[in-house]
């Protein structure tokens, strides 16, 4: 991509003159955060800059006064969000000149996506980096001209101060306004000729899938691997969460890949549950690690990891685990990771918060990690002198802390023998009640509903394996909530069912609409939660989210992330609906769309439907190989679409005998495998599910087993193991 003419932030020289007129803040024109329900924006609702919210007004307000707009985007457990706030943002000196010659817009990417992602990718093509707090510069029309991410208050090597580009910036906006749009243009078209690269034609008929493509993707990883330390590459860590399911699926299909793919993936997941990335006292996993051995996360913790986090541990055990990472492990980490998610993000009325912050306010500062940190003097006070050393040395706590003063993170980095368990096992509690009495990280509670709905399948999924069945009560409290606050019924005559907003606070939905992924997430949620439970109720909610999707995405043919919520966003990618094919910290939302699709229709027997997440994989071919880390959803899906459809239909009344056999399938591995459940349909009132219609239980009403591929069924069969042997037959 062209980037638009980089001003010289470097020279210092002073902004010409003074402002102009017109370019004086409007009267009354202040700080306009303070009733936003974002705990991100309400952060800076004190600071003397005039934020507004993203919207029409703030443009109107820019183009009125005939300046830029500098766009900040951040969230609320972001550590460099608040250090840059802390530094420029409530310094009177900088918020003036901004005031003065910007109009200041300040974004929640948590609730916003669609205007972090456009304007994410402008800034990699403008400055090569990206990340945040991210800041750009705009013209009044939504175009990015300028753009990068954290700016020190005074230069630093490399970095120019944040004053600098702002002088700079103004400079080029009121001295060469010309070149400037000119080349925000060209930005935003060749944004736009990428999208048409990426658009897929859902209408069309599909390409078969070249299985070939997943080994090879398989090898194509293998080459990046950290087989030390785990995950891939090296330093800063993301769990690579995507790519994990994929790996997990791949291993359960027998192929000359599957062994490396398991030990892959084992290695990764071992590594990260016996690290820092886990909390090993109260459960759950931070955002990244800045070391390669996991040993020094970044300590926010989101909702949006953990649920993904959660589910491939529990797909890990119900492939059987390694010798090297035993399933049992996991199921010890996969049943903290809950409890935690439940106990510290859950709140009122059945949803989730976002995330934790990875700061914590001491004596009035903020200190990232603070609350997790532990030097040997902390612990001799709690454990006495004995213990205290054996923990040091286990847990890898020194003189000297790895993090800050506040000492290191609480980690072993590999397994624990015995008498080691053990003793953790007795100090753990002590430690865990001691850290409760520190200053504790603050809480966004904002309610994300695509994030709740990858945390419905999480706990649905882990109920069912974990024979955990308040887990499963917790992912139906979830779903209850969303179907509850999110969902808006649609009124009589409208083509689809209804709406789902994306964000809710306090129990009250607001804001845009959901994005793709959050309808993929929660119909994922839905669909997971009504396999392991039986409700049709929650099949249904699937069904109406997927045909709502259907008409709010699909336009002409072509797939979209969003349903072009602004017209300074579409303006940006140069006019064209974007989809994005990339996993990111969260699948890709065509990617779970495609996934979701599958299992309808497997479940439906929908053949238009199953074409068209044909139609979504076809993005995969060029990415397979090349990038199969930023496509780990496209293969996971993939490997489920080529391994499959395999419908498993369990009918017969409720009791133990058909929970018996529902509770065996639920714990298969095959990645093609869908589960229903519910009472025989002979002949009476149609199941609501149609992978259940027309399915007898057996002589006295015993329940039966229909083992399906395309609808088309196998004779049934009474016993767990017979079931089982025909779902592995058809695995390839």
Not at 27 to 32: F, K, L, R, V
Not at 225 to 245: H, M, R
Not at 650 to 664: I, K, Q, S, T, W
């Amino acid at each position: 991509m062209q980037a638009a003419p980089t001003p010289d932030p470097g020279s210092g020289k002073p902004s010409p003159g003074q402002p102009g007129p017109g370019q004086q803040p409007g009267p009354g024109e202040q700080n306009a955060l303070g009733a936003e329900p974002s705990a991100y924006l309400r952060q800076h609702a004190g600071n003397p800059v005039h934020w507004q919210p993203f919207g029409d007004a703030a443009f109107a307000g820019a183009a009125a006064r005939n300046v830029p707009v500098f766009l900040s985007i951040g969230y609320a457990a972001c550590h460099w969000c608040h250090v840059m706030a802390r530094e420029s943002f409530e310094d009177q000196a900088t918020a003036d000149y901004l005031n003065s010659h910007f109009v200041a817009v300040k974004v929640d990417r948590e609730e916003r996506p669609d205007v972090d992602t456009v304007y994410m990718a402008a800034t990699q093509a403008i400055s090569g980096e990206g990340g945040w707090p991210m800041s750009v510069f705009l013209t009044p029309g939504g175009l990015a001209f300028h753009a990068g991410t954290y700016f020190p208050p005074h230069p630093m090597r490399g970095r120019p101060s944040f004053r600098q580009v702002l002088e700079a910036v103004h400079e080029a906006w009121t001295e060469r306004r010309d070149a400037v749009e000119g080349n925000a243009r060209s930005l935003a078209q060749n944004m736009g000729q990428v999208q048409l690269a990426a658009a897929v034609d859902v209408s069309r008929p599909p390409e078969l899938l070249d299985a070939g493509l997943l080994p090879a993707a398989v090898r194509s990883l293998a080459d990046s691997e950290d087989p030390d330390d785990g995950g891939f590459g090296s330093a800063p860590k993301f769990p690579p969460s995507a790519v994990l399911e994929f790996l997990v699926r791949h291993a359960a299909v027998p192929s000359d890949t599957a062994d490396e793919a398991r030990e892959m993936a084992g290695r990764t997941l071992a590594a990260m549950a016996r690290s820092a990335l886990f909390d090993q006292l109260d459960g759950g996993f931070a955002r990244y690690s800045v070391t390669r051995d996991w040993s020094v996360p970044h300590f926010e913790k989101m909702l949006y990891d953990n649920a993904q986090l959660l589910h491939v541990y529990v797909h890990w055990i119900r492939l059987g685990g390694t010798a090297g990472f035993p399933a049992a492990e996991a199921a010890d980490v996969a049943s903290r990771t809950a409890d935690w998610m439940l106990s510290a993000l859950g709140l009122p009325g059945g949803g989730l918060a976002s995330s934790l912050d990875a700061d914590s306010v001491v004596d009035g500062e903020h200190h990232e990690g603070a609350s997790y940190l532990w030097t040997p003097g902390d612990l001799e006070r709690e454990l006495g002198t004995e213990d205290a050393a054996a923990v040091a040395w286990m847990m890898n706590v020194g003189s000297r802390g790895t993090v800050s003063e506040f000492g290191s993170p609480l980690h072993p980095g590999r397994a624990l023998d015995g008498d080691e368990a053990r003793l953790w096992q007795d100090v753990g509690p002590r430690l865990q009640e001691a850290r409760a009495c520190r200053p504790q990280p603050g809480r966004d509670e904002k309610v994300v509903a695509g994030w709740n709905g990858l945390a419905v399948a999480a706990f649905a999924d882990a109920g069912a394996v974990l024979d955990r069945p308040d887990l499963v009560a917790a992912a139906a409290r979830i779903a209850g909530y969303l179907e509850r606050v999110h969902w808006r019924a649609a009124s009589g005559g409208s083509q689809a069912p209804g709406e789902l907003v994306r964000v809710s606070h306090g129990g009250a939905a607001r804001g845009i609409g959901g994005l793709l992924e959050d309808y993929a997430f929660c119909a994922g949620g839905f669909l997971a939660l009504y396999s392991a439970a039986g409700d049709p109720r929650w099949y249904m909610f699937a069904e109406a989210l997927i045909r709502t999707a259907c008409t709010r995405f699909v336009d002409g043919g072509r797939l979209a992330d969003s349903a072009g919520e602004s017209a300074q966003v579409v303006s940006a990618q140069g006019g064209k609906p974007g989809l994005d094919p990339f996993d990111n910290a969260t699948p890709s939302g065509a990617a779970a769309f495609a996934g979701v699709l599958l299992g309808y229709a497997a479940l439906s027997g929908s053949a238009e439907h199953r074409i068209m997440a044909g139609n979504i994989l076809a993005l995969l071919p060029p990415l397979a190989v090349r990038v199969p880390r930023v496509a780990g959803w496209l293969l996971a899906t993939a490997q489920a679409a080529l391994a499959g459809p395999v419908e498993a239909a369990v009918v017969g009344p409720a009791g133990p005998e058909r929970d018996a056999l529902h509770r065996a399938l639920l714990l298969s591995p095959s990645p093609g495998l869908v589960v229903a459940a519910g009472e025989a349909d002979d002949g009476g009132t149609p199941a609501q599910v149609p992978l259940l219609r027309q399915r007898p239980a057996g002589p006295g009403g015993a329940p039966l087993v229909y083992v399906c591929r395309g609808m088309v069924c196998d004779r049934p069969v009474a016993t767990a193991a017979e079931a089982l042997e025909r779902v592995s037959s058809g695995l390839q």
